[in-house]
């Protein structure tokens, strides 16, 4: 009895899943594969998957401003639409394992292109979007 090639390829992806949790690709890899995980939702239309993203600080500056997370992606979630907007990373300009890391990401719609950093913070063996980068500046600052 012999192996196939697609049995070989079937045992590697079998191993590989196994794996990827524990012993999966570097810190700054698995971030930028989670923030274009992020970016790909977004781009399908799927916003609303992302409140799980947001930080717990992003979501309470998010009600004190009197919104809840929810609507907040709904609302842009029509925006994309409205301006056929789509987002790529771009860079991680800054990247601390477990802790804090920056994504560039590019927003392009029919106006153009706009480059934006978003921070973001290790929270429950996570990476969820922050509301403030590490040294205090908020995302209003930026724009």
Not at 14 to 31: E, K, Q, S, V, Y
């Given at each position: 009895?012999g ?20 012993c ?34 992003l ?12 609507a ?18 771009s ?28 921070p ?7 990476w969820?979007a ?12 930026e724009?």
């Amino acid at each position: 009895m012999g192996f196939s090639k697609a049995s070989f390829w079937g045992v590697g992806l079998l191993l590989g899943a196994i794996c990827l949790p524990g012993c999966g690709p570097d810190p700054r890899a698995r971030f930028i594969l989670e923030v274009e995980g992020m970016i790909d939702r977004a781009n399908e239309g799927r916003h609303g998957e992302l409140e799980g993203v947001l930080s717990a600080p992003l979501t309470e500056k998010i009600r004190a401003e009197g919104w809840e997370p929810k609507a907040v992606l709904v609302m842009v979630a029509q925006k994309d639409r409205q301006e056929a907007a789509s987002y790529r990373l771009s860079d991680v300009p800054r990247f601390e394992a477990r802790s804090y890391a920056e994504a560039e990401v590019i927003r392009a719609d029919r106006a153009g292109e706009r480059r934006i950093t978003v921070p973001f913070f290790w929270e429950e063996g996570k990476w969820r979007a922050g509301a403030a980068y590490k040294d205090g500046r908020s995302w209003e600052e930026e724009y």
